[in-house]
């Protein structure tokens, strides 16, 4: 059974500082990783992709990739109270078709202002 | 359209019923996906089309659940002989199959919460 681990949380993490989001996955072939954002009641939404080792940023957001480890991780920096949300870790096992991901059950973060 | 539209928002049904649930992914979007998420819970692969041939249906739990994407656009899930343990929500998702961004770059519909009594 292919697995994809996260700390359920809640994290809460105040304003402007730098939320840490942990994924752990079980297929260590798995080549694709994702993060997706899902408000209260909402749908996800894809913020980061990464493919390859090491950190990849998009403005706040930064991921970070070790297969050896088969961890993935998602920082936040300067956090708002618009962060507040449900981040989600996908990742696309080796031997899956494109469209076959394999979530967690989500990170609930909570920015305090 | 502007986004993916699913049919309907919520269906409560008996057990037993069959439903038939509908995505009009937005247009253009040659890759569709079903995922279905129940409560605290990630999105779980159902199953997914590419254009009109349906590419991967390992996540359908078992042969009540059939998906069809007949002309490549409007997507159905159709659950027969619901049970309880169906009960869930519903989630399609549409890309454009262009690109890595393409490929996972999906975009949600905002579901369908289906409700087996």
């Known amino acids: 059974q292919k697995e994809v681990e996260q700390n359920s949380g809640p994290l809460s993490v105040p304003e402007g500082a730098i939320a840490s989001l942990n994924c752990t996955y079980s297929d260590r072939g798995s080549q694709s990783f994702f993060w997706y954002r899902q408000y209260s009641g909402k749908s996800p939404e894809l913020i980061m992709s990464?493919?390859?080792?090491g950190d990849k940023e998009d403005g706040r957001f930064t991921a970070q990739l070790n297969k050896a480890s088969q961890y993935v991780s998602l920082l936040i920096r300067d956090s708002q109270p618009s962060d507040s949300a449900t981040y989600l870790c996908a990742v696309n096992p080796l031997g899956g078709s494109q469209g076959n991901l394999i979530f967690g059950k989500g990170t609930k973060l909570s920015v305090k202002p | 359209g502007a986004g993916v539209s699913q049919s309907p928002r919520y269906k409560v049904t008996k057990r037993g019923q069959d439903v038939a649930l509908r995505c009009d992914p937005i247009?253009?979007?040659?890759?569709l996906y079903w995922y279905r998420q129940a409560l605290g819970q990630g999105p779980e692969f159902l199953t997914y089309?590419?254009?009109?041939?349906?590419?991967?249906k390992s996540g359908l739990p078992n042969d009540r659940f059939s998906a069809e994407r007949p002309e490549g656009s409007i997507s159905t899930l159709t659950i027969q002989r619901t049970e309880q343990r169906d009960s869930a929500m519903y989630r399609c998702?549409?890309?454009?199959?262009?690109?890595?961004?393409?490929?996972?770059?999906?975009?949600f519909g905002s579901g369908t919460r289906l409700t087996v009594v």
């Open positions: 089309f590419n254009y009109e041939a349906q590419q991967d």
């Open positions: 998702a549409s890309s454009s199959g262009q690109g890595t961004r393409g490929f996972y770059g999906y975009t």
């Open positions: 247009s253009g979007h040659v890759s």
């Open positions: 990464i493919y390859s080792n």
